[in-house]
């Protein structure tokens, strides 16, 4: 069992990393709630709920099992998770464990946050994304029909266990989809990271346990320090949004059911190296080398279904506008990201022009 | 203009105190904001948003306008200020403003806290309850069927402006209410508060100004420096909830239709007073001037519309319950209050017969 620390004073929490971590009582030695809540969805908990109560052992359980899927993480499910642990009498030392993906503990963070102002939570990530991305960091939020993630808090876990031998039963979508947070990492900070994948892609598609820890690992790394510097998000942060702001609209266009978030993000980060190109920061060759590992990755690049003029109006209402002028996280070179908000309004309609909508 | 602060370091903020505030641009002129959301409710906007409106001068304001009363402090009319915030495309750097009493103020304050994982917020309370008390701290929350703020946040605003002329078209009982809170802050900790309004009742229910202001500017000090030291109620904040668990018990327990959260106060306060008398905590005459000025306030002493089994069930689902105990705030003597979960559960019984129910 590998352990990492997000360091963030009295609020700091353990990483745990390891094969069959999800059934071993230990790595839940450190939740001290007596009453958990357990949300999960109707293809994970079939899979794992099992042996995660045999590892939270003597604590009252209870479950809800929400659709799998982005449409459902909604202020209706949160409601609905707010009722069970309302009918259920939990109190303020209870705990909220998110059983699943990006979704359901992006919800389920959410109802930890607001339930009676905050209580205990815990993820347990069971797939790539999740396990590089979302259950680290403490963002959690629902999606608004006008936009993804709009209503939501901050909100740390108090345990993240990463249990790679989830990731066994992941389909190949979700594993992709995953790939394109590890490869934003090396994007925005990581050039080794990204020379690494792009070697080595092969056996994180073939879901080689060795290479797929040791992404997950590199990239809880790298997320746990800029989160440890920047909780809030005023300023490094914002760096994680390579890509998302391009990636969110598309899904928010698509009314969250046509893309996953990974994939979306895939498409977004080769937008972004576009446009960074068409800006004159980024080489050619590296725009290309960008295109060309998302690509590889099984991951879209372009956002056939959404014309130009659609796409940017949903960036418009993104969280990154800041008086009234859209922040977008652009590349110099591989491995050095930075945020802006001072571009060529050109470029950036050159570039939904030609990886939205007609253009394919 | 009266200023006093709340110390909380980079969430540190003013509250000013004074007569026609709302009509005063300076007022305003830390709010940084261009994008104004201003909740209110149908009672106080007719009487004051043109006055604010002309006061926040060239800002963009939209306005929400709740029906008035506790009944609509729901998830159901969050997310409807949610969706105006959307619809209007209001970014991360907009402000939410409530102009009202404690109901507008706690749901408009949610909807800042989660809006874009929060954003700015301003306090302009309009009730004697919200200037003393729901306005300055940050608790904000929403009710649910199941108990009162049970789904909420802790949010601080960035400016509280109180201004103390809108106590003149306050309806009396709403004053009442108020004066509940500013009695509580004589019983946890200020003995010569509770003998100030003892002195000069007579003066603030026939809404004398200077008399109004004092109670104003010391309850504010009292909530602030309480604040200032446990914001996150892990400690010492927990005073301020004394006669509260009564008091929330008796609003759920009649859907927050009968009482003004104020007089339930006014009747749990009894309550914990009385109780405080039957553990041997509080000597017999102090627990009578409790009773004494509660009711000589015009507030109510009792719950006679529910049972005391019924008041138990719901205090057993109040925040405050820790491990399956139930805290309570109790009284050593008039201005010495402490929290607790050792105490006999007969003393308690006897106390919610003696004050709820068939006791009346």
Redesign the interface.
Known sequence: MDTLNVELGDRSYPILIGEGLISRPEAFAALSA?DVLIVSNTTVAPLYMRALRCALGVRRCVEVILPDGEAHKS?ANM?RV??VL??N?F???CAVLALGGGVVGDLAG?VA??????VAFVQVPTTLLAQVDSAVGG?T?VN?P??K??????HQPHLVVSDTHTLSTLPGRELRAGLAEVIKYGLICDPALFDWIEARLGRLLAKDPLALAHVIRRSCEIKAAIVGRDE?EQGERALLNLGHTFGHAAEAATAYREWLHGEAVGAGMVMAAAMSRECGLLSAPEAARVRQLVELAGLPAQVPSVSPAVLLEHM??D??????RLRLVLLRRIGEAFVTADYPEAALQSTLAQHAGAAT
Chains 1, 2 share one sequence.
Do not use: E, P, S, W
């Not at 946050?113 to 905050?118: M, W």
């Not at 969280?319 to 009234?324: D, E, F, M, S």
């Open positions: 007596r202020l409601a707010l009722d309302i009918a009498r109190g303020r030392d959410f946050a607001t339930y009676q102002r905050g963002k939020a608004h006008g936009g993630n709009l209503i939501g808090a901050f809030r418009r209402i969280k990154k506008v800041l008086q009234g």
